[in-house]
Each structure stands twice: as C-alpha cells, then as structure tokens.
C-alpha cells in the first residue's frame, strides 16, 4: 500500500464535481430532447456561432473529432442540425442549427441560466473567487496531453 488518497487527489476531484455537476444538468436535455452530453455540448456551442466546423467544436469543448461527427450526425437526423460542406475547402464540414435546434436552446438556456444561478448560490460568497479560480488553473494547466 502507498500512501496516496485517491479522495484527496485534485484531478480526481475536478473529474468527480464535473461529472456530477453535468449530470444533475443533463437530465433536462435528456428527458427533454434524448440527446447525449456530447450532443447537448454541440448543440451550446453552435448556439454561439452561426456556423461551426467539427474541428473547432472538436477544439473548444474537449471531445474528439470522431465523437464530435457522431453526435453531429445524430443531431442532423434528429433534425437539430444542418451540415455543409465548405465550398473554399471541401474536407470541412460546418454545422449550424435548425429552427428546431434553435427552439431547443431557446428552451434550455433559461434552464441552464437557473442551474448556474443555484451552484452559483451553493458556492455562496465564494462564487465569483472560484470561477476566476478555474478559469486560471484551465488557462495554466492548457492542452497537456495534446
């Protein structure tokens, strides 16, 4: 035996308060809409930008180019999504919502304003601290593994 706490071990924490953090989240687009958490980042991402490629959701939300496809492709037959080819370079797709795509954020963003507000309230005093906390220690840490 060594001496190492898995409990008190920061990436398994931060992995831990994730994972249950998105999961009490999840359950409004999934009961909702019968999207996964991959769909449902897809689907908040391209709510920011009109058209997104896979590769630049594939950069900012941390799921890799195979999976980004997957739920792309999924969400195009579920109809929340188009998919174009880029005429300048055929190899990109880009990706943007339909009206039905639309009408869901429409639906979940209030929904997810009120998520923030309530951990933001369990976090209390300490919310503002902690945010600027993670956002530092994401900026430091950066893409490691890549």
Partial sequence: MTDFNLSSFLPYQISELSRRVSAAFSRHYRERYGISVAEWRVVAHLSQDAAVSVREIHE???????????????????????????????????????????????????????YQQELDELLGEHAVEFRAQVAALTEKVGDRDE
Avoid: Q
């Avoid at 997957?70 to 195009?76: H, K, M």
């Avoid at 999504?81 to 339909?98: A, F, G, H, M, P």
């Fill in 60 to 114: 900012r939300v941390g799921l890799d180019k195979p999976k980004v496809s997957r739920a792309a492709s999924r969400l195009e037959a579920a109809g929340y999504i188009t998919k174009v080819v880029n005429e300048k370079d055929r190899r990109l797709v880009e990706l943007s919502l339909t009206p039905k795509g639309e009408e869901m954020i429409e639906v979940l963003a209030p929904i997810a304003a009120a």
